[in-house]
């Protein structure tokens, strides 16, 4: 029902900031609170950030907050991930989910995922 797409990553420096953008396609979009996942090599999956339906509430896992803003745009059916001072620990798949309210997404229980967009963060 939602198809979901994220856009944004790359290479940066240590230090230096990133965009991350998630568009989705569905009348829907509104419905579903939207978050952030990342997966290192080696690594499980795990929660970077969640912003509610109506975007009047956010989640941060400790640490990304300071550094890290999710946001939302339910017009233009996208979420957003804003990485400053990044640090190699960084480096990681970043992933970008739907679900159908934001506990789901802090158990890391998305109903919707994107394929993931790689963030390589250098030393």
């Known amino acids: 029902q939602v198809q979901l797409v994220e856009s944004g990553g790359g290479l940066v420096q240590a230090g230096g900031s990133l965009r991350l953008s998630c568009a989705a396609s569905g009348r829907t979009f509104s419905s579903y609170a939207m978050g952030w996942f990342r997966q290192a090599p080696g690594k499980e999956r795990d929660f970077v950030a969640a912003i509610s339906s109506t975007g009047r509430s956010t989640n941060y896992a400790d640490s990304v907050k300071g550094r890290f803003t999710i946001a939302r745009d339910n017009a233009k059916n996208e979420v957003y991930l804003q990485m400053n001072n990044l640090k190699p620990e960084d480096t990681a798949v970043y992933y970008c989910?739907?679900?159908?309210?934001?506990?789901?997404?802090?158990?890391?229980?998305?109903?919707?995922w994107g394929q993931g967009t790689q963030v390589t963060v250098s030393s």
């Open positions: 989910a739907a679900g159908l309210s934001t506990d789901r997404l802090l158990g890391l229980r998305g109903d919707y």
